[in-house]
């Protein structure tokens, strides 16, 4: 290599090349150990989000053990099947992410990219019935109209209630399930109630975000796949997109059962 | 070569890579801008951890002047002459034309100037200071590696560094932050004074970059080490690099929830720290502690590691215990999660108390490990008594000071008394900057001709140690006579028993302003007009001094094939040898 800044050259790591002339990295031997590195490092990653997850459970032990009227009252206010339903729409996700991973390994181009079309629709389900049938309603008030527990809420309301853009209808005592100082929910029982939607809040927007996170992941893994980028030769990007994605739904695995099985 | 076969190829080497010269990295570009911008966009590790040198030691010197305000205030108590105060008039800058007829703001003054120099220090400073800098750029020399094992993750370090520092700048001009660098609760949390949010996630981002950079050397080592470099061929600097990544790792990501959980508390209220609210304040303690006790392994391992690399090379000896102070490292970095507790001995229950006593006891022990085997390889070793060997030294009368006096501080019954004094203060500050920056100062002395192509001054280097060990002593001895006698931490006044020390103190912290401006002078000047350095000025076996000085951009012309042991000075050197008589080229050199 004569060219004085081959350093850049060599670095481009797979970003504009079909996997067939895909290259190491200038400073590895051999891409099976650029690939082994890879992996090792996002296994490290893992573990960091791992333990930055801790920090919430941890906290939701702690509280627990300090407030269990509070828990019991807080947990239920949770309706386990949207929890379950959710659980459901992951753990599809994580089937068709691995499904996707093998179906590069093999070269089925066609089969993979509709594997990830799922794990991403699959993604956006999971965020979309979180806010519309949990966060919203719980924070404010607000019911999406085909809520089906919108009946059984309306029923019990205090107040009549207004319509609001037309697919929402405000259940007149129901929202305020706020956390800490936010919290204005008219019927709680335990005054640390509060605590329990902070963990709860903190917890759940904190995996949100993880697997909006993900779904980003996944759309660029999605489309470098249109161009050609990854195969049977050449997955790494596949390959942690999918560890990622595993994590998020293990850590929802986790979430679910304590926030909203166990009371 | 002394050390490695760079004639011909490591056989497994891919083909591409240098063939032929490619020049210093250091070589500019075409024209000023295009220098700049190849910096802005380097992957290569070397000029990344040149630029962390700079940016923290620019940083050193904020924290620094800060820290000389702090002692200034001190050189009198506090009191009022007239209905007016006197004793603060340094922060009248602060609130110009106003006077001041209450120490209230004086004091405030005083919280906000020791919480910045307390959160600069660590977080922009001590944390990033050693792996940042001198890891970035030997780790990869020394197991001859090209890179690190994601370069672009490494640029990607360093601008979230760069992010957060501003982000801290950002808290610093906006108004400060008083709460003390460890954000305790509730007061940080419910305080409306200043900005402590963005000085909180300040620190969450700079977590960031301390853990892309961890994972980066760890994967680094575990792949990245040239053909015939085993575990235990791999010089300890790397050891002490390996060991604080792995904490790095494993502990950064709790104080990022940490702080993450303490901004929204402080934005939205949600009230997990505040007991107002439910919360529970002690939980931040420990939270908190998981990671920044650790963090302090993560400060002094890599200085550790400095130590033994130099020592070994600058007395031309065999480190005494290769392994012992291979696994003291890791030793250090198991037990460094087990002890946060001594942080809340107050707060917690007797017997969590004794136990997280006795557990911080066990750091002592392979502390002392490393400490004992560092003085047998002194023993008679042939020393070169220059800068970097100073440093040494002075690192290993200061460190040990520091350690055995965190001893009385882990026995509860003396803890009661010492708790929240001076005694704390100057065990700590014997520790990290007796400790850490007094390895980097060694470090950087001795890898200088290295990094830069240039030789420094000699003599100028020798006055500099001199003048900060003094410098060091006269400000911290005397703070555990004030700490023993009860002058509480963190008061902007005292008694006025307390003066003559007081007043000492401050004037050794002038002196250590004057050793460290002499060895700016010294770098300033050696990089202006210091004498071309050699490959190999010192005589050291390890892959870096195979390099060029200043290396070029790949690092070694061929991969390097390692022969012989990174301390194997016996067998390759020969007896009496002196680096300035002739290289070190023609010393036999086999593996063990």
């Given at each position: 290599?004569?060219?004085?800044?081959?350093?850049?050259?060599?670095?481009?790591?797979?970003?504009g090349?079909p996997?067939?002339?895909?290259?190491?990295?200038?400073?590895?031997r051999?891409?099976?150990?650029e690939?082994?590195a890879?992996?090792?490092?996002?296994w490290?990653?893992l573990?960091?989000e791992v333990?930055?997850?801790?920090g919430i459970?941890?906290?939701?032990?702690?509280?627990?053990m300090?407030?269990?009227?509070a828990?019991?009252?807080?947990?239920?206010?949770?309706?386990?099947?949207?929890?379950g339903?959710n659980?459901?729409?992951?753990l599809?996700?994580?089937?068709?992410?691995?499904?996707?991973?093998?179906?590069v390994?093999?070269g089925?181009?066609a089969?993979?990219?509709r594997?990830?079309?799922i794990?991403?629709?699959c993604?956006?389900?999971?965020?979309a019935i979180?806010?519309?049938?949990?966060?919203?309603?719980?924070?404010s008030?607000?019911?999406?109209?085909?809520?089906p527990?919108?009946?059984?809420?309306?029923?019990?309301?205090v107040?009549?209630?207004?319509?609001?853009?037309?697919?929402?209808?405000y259940?007149?005592?129901y929202?305020g399930?706020?956390?800490?100082?936010?919290?204005t929910h008219?019927?709680?029982?335990?005054?640390?109630?509060?605590?329990?939607?902070?963990v709860?809040?903190?917890?759940?927007a904190?995996h949100a975000?993880?697997?909006?996170?993900?779904?980003i992941?996944?759309a660029?893994?999605?489309?470098?796949?249109?161009?050609?980028?990854?195969g049977?030769?050449?997955?790494?990007?596949?390959?942690i997109?999918?560890?990622y994605w595993?994590?998020?739904d293990?850590i929802?695995?986790f979430?679910?059962?304590l926030?909203?099985?166990?009371? | 070569?002394?050390?490695?076969?760079?004639s011909k190829?490591?056989?497994?080497?891919?083909?591409?890579?240098g063939?032929?010269h490619?020049?210093?990295?250091?070589?500019?570009?075409s024209?000023?801008?295009?220098t700049?911008?190849?910096?802005?966009?380097?992957?290569?590790h070397?000029?990344?951890?040149v630029?962390?040198?700079?940016a923290v030691l620019?940083?050193?010197f904020?924290?620094?002047?800060?820290a000389?305000?702090?002692?200034t205030?001190?050189?009198?108590p506090?009191?009022?002459?007239?209905?007016?105060?006197v004793g603060?008039?340094?922060?009248?800058?602060?609130?110009?034309?106003?006077?001041?007829?209450?120490v209230?703001?004086g004091?405030?003054?005083?919280?906000?100037?020791?919480?910045?120099h307390?959160?600069?220090?660590?977080?922009?400073?001590i944390v990033?200071?050693?792996?940042s800098s001198?890891g970035?750029?030997?780790l990869p020399l020394?197991?001859?590696?090209k890179?690190?094992?994601?370069?672009?993750?490494?640029?990607?370090?360093?601008?979230i560094?760069v992010i957060?520092?501003?982000f801290?700048?950002?808290?610093?001009?906006?108004?400060?932050?008083?709460?003390?660098?460890?954000?305790y609760?509730?007061?940080s949390?419910?305080?409306?004074?200043?900005q402590?949010?963005l000085?909180?996630?300040?620190?969450?981002?700079?977590?960031?970059?301390?853990?892309?950079?961890?994972?980066n050397?760890?994967?680094t080592?575990h792949?990245?080490r040239?053909?015939?470099?085993?575990w235990?061929?791999?010089?300890?600097?790397v050891?002490?690099?390996?060991?604080?990544?792995?904490?790095?790792?494993?502990a950064?990501?709790?104080?990022?929830?940490?702080?993450l959980?303490l901004?929204?508390?402080?934005?939205?209220k949600?009230?997990i720290?505040?007991?107002?609210?439910g919360?529970?304040?002690?939980?931040?303690?420990h939270?908190?502690w998981?990671?920044?006790?650790?963090?302090?392994?993560?400060?002094?391992?890599?200085?550790?590691?400095?130590?033994?690399?130099?020592l070994?090379?600058q007395?031309?000896k065999?480190?005494f215990?290769y392994?012992?102070i291979?696994?003291?490292?890791?030793?250090?970095?198991?037990?460094?999660f087990?002890?946060?507790?001594?942080?809340?001995?107050?707060?917690?229950?007797?017997?969590?108390?004794?136990v997280?006593?006795?557990l911080t006891?066990?750091?002592?022990?392979?502390?002392?490990?490393?400490v004992f085997?560092?003085?047998?390889?002194?023993?008679?070793?042939?020393?070169?008594?220059?800068t970097?060997?100073l440093?040494?030294?002075?690192?290993?009368?200061?460190?040990?000071i520091?350690?055995?006096?965190g001893l009385?501080?882990?026995?509860?019954?003396?803890?009661?008394?010492?708790?929240?004094?001076y005694?704390?203060?100057?065990h700590f500050?014997?520790?990290?900057?007796g400790?850490t920056?007094m390895?980097l100062?060694?470090?950087?002395?001795?890898?200088?001709?290295k990094?830069?192509?240039?030789?420094?001054?000699?003599?100028?280097?020798?006055?500099?140690a001199i003048?900060?060990?003094?410098?060091?002593?006269?400000?911290?001895?005397?703070q555990?006579?004030?700490?023993?006698?009860g002058m509480?931490?963190?008061?902007?006044?005292?008694?006025?028993?307390?003066?003559?020390?007081?007043?000492?103190?401050?004037?050794?912290?002038?002196?250590?302003?004057?050793?460290?401006l002499v060895?700016?002078?010294?770098f300033?000047?050696?990089?202006m007009?210091?004498?071309?350095?050699?490959?190999?000025p010192?005589?050291?076996?390890?892959?870096?001094?195979?390099?060029d000085?200043?290396p070029?951009?790949?690092?070694f012309?061929?991969?390097?094939?390692?022969?012989?042991?990174?301390?194997?000075?016996?067998?390759?050197?020969?007896?009496?040898?002196d680096?300035?008589?002739?290289p070190?080229?023609?010393a036999?050199?086999?593996?063990h």
């Amino acid at each position: 290599m004569s060219t004085v800044n081959s350093t850049h050259e060599h670095q481009s790591s797979g970003g504009g090349v079909p996997y067939k002339k895909y290259k190491h990295a200038h400073h590895w031997r051999s891409q099976s150990e650029e690939f082994d590195a890879v992996k090792l490092g996002f296994w490290l990653f893992l573990a960091t989000e791992v333990l930055l997850f801790g920090g919430i459970f941890c906290a939701y032990a702690i509280f627990r053990m300090m407030h269990p009227e509070a828990w019991k009252e807080g947990s239920s206010a949770l309706d386990w099947r949207w929890g379950g339903l959710n659980t459901v729409v992951l753990l599809l996700s994580s089937y068709t992410m691995a499904a996707s991973i093998f179906a590069v390994q093999t070269g089925q181009f066609a089969r993979a990219k509709r594997n990830l079309l799922i794990t991403l629709f699959c993604g956006c389900l999971f965020v979309a019935i979180k806010m519309t049938f949990e966060y919203i309603p719980k924070w404010s008030g607000f019911f999406f109209i085909l809520d089906p527990s919108l009946a059984t809420y309306k029923a019990a309301a205090v107040e009549g209630k207004t319509a609001f853009m037309g697919l929402f209808q405000y259940v007149e005592g129901y929202g305020g399930k706020r956390p800490g100082e936010l919290f204005t929910h008219p019927f709680a029982k335990d005054p640390n109630v509060p605590m329990w939607w902070s963990v709860y809040y903190s917890g759940t927007a904190l995996h949100a975000l993880h697997v909006i996170i993900g779904m980003i992941l996944i759309a660029r893994v999605y489309i470098k796949l249109g161009k050609g980028h990854y195969g049977p030769t050449y997955y790494s990007g596949v390959e942690i997109a999918g560890l990622y994605w595993h994590l998020v739904d293990l850590i929802w695995i986790f979430l679910f059962p304590l926030l909203y099985l166990i009371h | 070569m002394t050390t490695v076969d760079t004639s011909k190829s490591g056989g497994a080497h891919g083909g591409h890579g240098g063939h032929g010269h490619h020049g210093s990295y250091l070589e500019p570009r075409s024209s000023f801008l295009a220098t700049i911008w190849d910096w802005a966009t380097t992957v290569d590790h070397k000029k990344i951890g040149v630029m962390y040198l700079f940016a923290v030691l620019f940083l050193f010197f904020v924290a620094g002047v800060l820290a000389l305000m702090v002692r200034t205030e001190l050189l009198t108590p506090v009191r009022f002459v007239d209905g007016k105060v006197v004793g603060q008039e340094l922060f009248s800058l602060f609130y110009p034309g106003e006077e001041a007829t209450s120490v209230n703001k004086g004091n405030t003054v005083y919280n906000r100037i020791f919480t910045l120099h307390g959160a600069i220090m660590v977080f922009m400073v001590i944390v990033p200071s050693i792996p940042s800098s001198l890891g970035n750029f030997f780790l990869p020399l020394m197991i001859g590696a090209k890179d690190v094992a994601f370069p672009k993750l490494n640029l990607l370090s360093w601008y979230i560094y760069v992010i957060g520092s501003l982000f801290g700048i950002a808290a610093i001009t906006q108004g400060g932050v008083e709460t003390g660098w460890t954000f305790y609760t509730p007061y940080s949390s419910n305080t409306d004074f200043g900005q402590v949010t963005l000085m909180v996630l300040a620190a969450f981002i700079l977590g960031f970059s301390s853990i892309l950079t961890g994972l980066n050397f760890v994967v680094t080592v575990h792949k990245l080490r040239a053909p015939g470099m085993g575990w235990f061929d791999m010089p300890l600097f790397v050891w002490a690099t390996y060991a604080t990544a792995i904490i790095q790792v494993l502990a950064t990501p709790v104080i990022g929830i940490t702080l993450l959980l303490l901004c929204l508390e402080r934005v939205f209220k949600i009230g997990i720290f505040d007991p107002a609210l439910g919360g529970d304040p002690v939980l931040y303690q420990h939270f908190f502690w998981f990671y920044s006790h650790p963090v302090v392994y993560v400060m002094i391992l890599p200085g550790m590691g400095i130590i033994s690399d130099v020592l070994a090379v600058q007395s031309r000896k065999h480190i005494f215990g290769y392994k012992a102070i291979a696994f003291s490292s890791l030793g250090i970095a198991a037990v460094s999660f087990l002890v946060w507790g001594h942080h809340m001995f107050t707060s917690m229950g007797e017997i969590a108390s004794v136990v997280f006593s006795g557990l911080t006891f066990l750091v002592a022990i392979p502390t002392a490990v490393k400490v004992f085997n560092w003085i047998s390889t002194l023993y008679k070793g042939t020393i070169a008594l220059n800068t970097p060997m100073l440093y040494v030294l002075i690192f290993l009368f200061l460190f040990s000071i520091g350690g055995l006096t965190g001893l009385p501080l882990a026995t509860m019954s003396t803890d009661m008394h010492l708790h929240d004094t001076y005694f704390v203060v100057a065990h700590f500050h014997y520790v990290m900057m007796g400790g850490t920056i007094m390895a980097l100062m060694a470090g950087l002395h001795h890898w200088w001709p290295k990094m830069f192509g240039r030789m420094y001054n000699e003599f100028g280097g020798m006055v500099g140690a001199i003048l900060v060990f003094v410098g060091f002593n006269v400000t911290f001895f005397t703070q555990f006579f004030l700490g023993t006698q009860g002058m509480p931490r963190r008061y902007a006044s005292y008694v006025t028993e307390f003066q003559t020390l007081h007043q000492i103190s401050t004037v050794g912290s002038f002196i250590l302003l004057l050793g460290f401006l002499v060895h700016l002078f010294v770098f300033i000047h050696s990089l202006m007009a210091g004498a071309k350095a050699p490959k190999n000025p010192w005589g050291g076996l390890t892959l870096e001094w195979v390099a060029d000085s200043p290396p070029e951009t790949h690092n070694f012309p061929h991969e390097p094939l390692v022969k012989n042991g990174p301390y194997d000075f016996e067998s390759t050197v020969p007896p009496h040898w002196d680096p300035k008589d002739y290289p070190l080229e023609n010393a036999g050199a086999h593996k063990h």
